[in-house]
């Protein structure tokens, strides 16, 4: 017990500024949702609109950039400088690549709004933010890169910092754009849009410059004229855990976002409802993600070690920090429900709805939070395409068939959606946690017997 607590504090306290960072990152929506939120609720349905229909191309960058600090992390297990700077450029040209892919996409293909049976309203009001947003991806995915390498090093509060500093800076462009407050023009949702443009590049060009003038990563700079050349081999073992990485986030967030665009149709208040409620389960969900983070990177240093008993220690520990946080969430939403969504928009049966569904986000924060730790643990060992198989089935054989019955066949409305988002959830957590269970198990045991 006492080697399972020095564990889990040792993932803690890498994932730490992981997690701050990660909040940060959510608090920025977050803040964006209730600033627009504040000037009408079709607006607010409009940037949440927007915001499903990003998210599941967005995620799919993130897992690209994931494969980075996987990388970056079991080369330096290996104490081997020169593979880190390695991985670091062909792992930063690589996203860089995906990133133009992934905003070029949604700014042309942004006709397909029209198309999704949302509000015409809330279409109109959301195509500029769409083109903003959709921008502003080329950035966020190339600072995320950096922030894979950093973290994968370990050195987890470079980024947390910029996070953090990211916060007042998106906070005073909104109000000034937003609401065209000190002279500047009253732009509204488009405003949230171009402040969060301004902001990613400022935190992408900021973290970059750390990278290439601080004392902390110069060893991996000075080697970059012999190891910053593209390698076929490189790739294909970024594209190893990246794509596999894509689909398990792309299937969960596409799950989230379609279940979304599913209730617009039903009204354009349950889509509101559903962001506020969405939004404050995202944000418990960054502790997980951040936590799953720190638990990948510790595995895959000691999957490059070949150490197999720390493998599994690590895990085990990490798994039972997600239980017992996923369970004090689920306590805080079940208490909170008809708090929080005031703080996001005043319509009555917003309010009422959302509280429901606050409810509902409660019921799944122990699942969410063990699934997330079990596709991070499996990721760091590099075990990801059976994994992303069982996160497909869970989702879009169970979760949203399930969901999309009750919602519409059984006269549940949102509820229904959100109840086969539980399931979904459940079954994925389930599956994962056994996996590495079963996988660690196994690692390098002949050789130490």
């Not at 600090?69 to 670091?88: C, P």
């Not at 005031?342 to 986000?361: I, K, P, R």
Request: include cysteine; aromatic fraction near 10%; proline fraction near 3%.
């Amino acid at each position: 017990m006492t080697t399972m607590r020095k564990e889990a504090f040792s993932t803690l306290r890498l994932g730490l500024p992981i997690i701050i960072g990660e909040l940060a990152q959510m608090a920025l929506h977050i803040i964006d949702m209730a600033m627009v939120g504040a000037i009408g609720y079709k607006q607010l349905a409009a940037a949440a609109l927007v915001l499903n229909v990003i998210n599941i191309p967005f995620v799919v960058g993130v897992g690209m950039t994931i494969s980075v600090s996987q990388l970056v992390s079991m080369a330096n297990g290996r104490n081997n400088t020169e593979q880190v700077s390695h991985y670091f450029f062909n792992g930063f040209c690589l996203c860089a690549l995906f990133a133009l892919l992934i905003s070029g996409g949604l700014i042309y293909g942004q006709n397909l709004l029209y198309h999704l049976g949302q509000d015409p309203e809330v279409v109109r009001l959301a195509l500029p933010f769409l083109k903003l947003v959709g921008l502003s991806i080329i950035p966020m995915l190339l600072f995320m890169t950096l922030k894979q390498f950093t973290d994968g090093l370990e050195f987890t509060r470079t980024a947390m910092l910029l996070s953090l500093l990211a916060l007042p800076l998106n906070i005073v462009l909104n109000w000034l754009l937003i609401y065209g407050n000190l002279g500047f023009p009253r732009l509204e949702l488009a405003g949230a849009g171009w402040a969060t443009f301004i902001t990613r590049c400022f935190i992408f060009l900021l973290l970059g410059g750390v990278i290439l003038k601080h004392r902390t990563f110069r060893k991996y700079i000075l080697v970059a004229s012999a190891q910053w050349k593209l390698s076929k081999k490189s790739m294909k073992e970024l594209l190893h855990i990246g794509v596999p990485s894509s689909l398990q986030l792309g299937m969960e967030t596409a799950a989230f976002a379609v279940s979304g665009i599913i209730i617009g149709t039903i009204s354009a208040v349950a889509q509101a409802a559903h962001q506020i409620a969405l939004g404050c389960a995202a944000f418990t969900f960054m502790v997980s993600l951040g936590l799953a983070q720190a638990g990948s990177i510790r595995v895959s240093n000691a999957y490059g070690r070949s150490d197999g008993k720390l493998i599994n220690m690590i895990g085990r520990s990490t798994i039972v920090t997600a239980l017992i946080y996923g369970g004090l969430c689920a306590l805080f939403f079940a208490l909170c429900r008809h708090i929080l969504p005031v703080w996001f928009n005043e319509n009555a049966e917003v309010v009422s709805l959302a509280a429901t569904l606050l409810l509902y986000a409660a019921v799944f924060q122990v699942s969410d939070s063990t699934q997330a730790i079990g596709a991070g643990l499996l990721r760091g060992i590099k075990d990801v395409k059976l994994p992303t198989v069982y996160v497909t089935i869970a989702y879009w054989v169970i979760g949203l068939p399930f969901g999309y019955y009750l919602a519409f066949h059984a006269d549940m409305g949102a509820q229904g959606m959100w109840l086969g988002l539980i399931a979904g959830l459940t079954v994925a957590s389930v599956l994962l946690i056994y996996r590495f269970l079963r996988m660690s198990g196994r690692l390098f045991q002949p050789a130490r017997d």
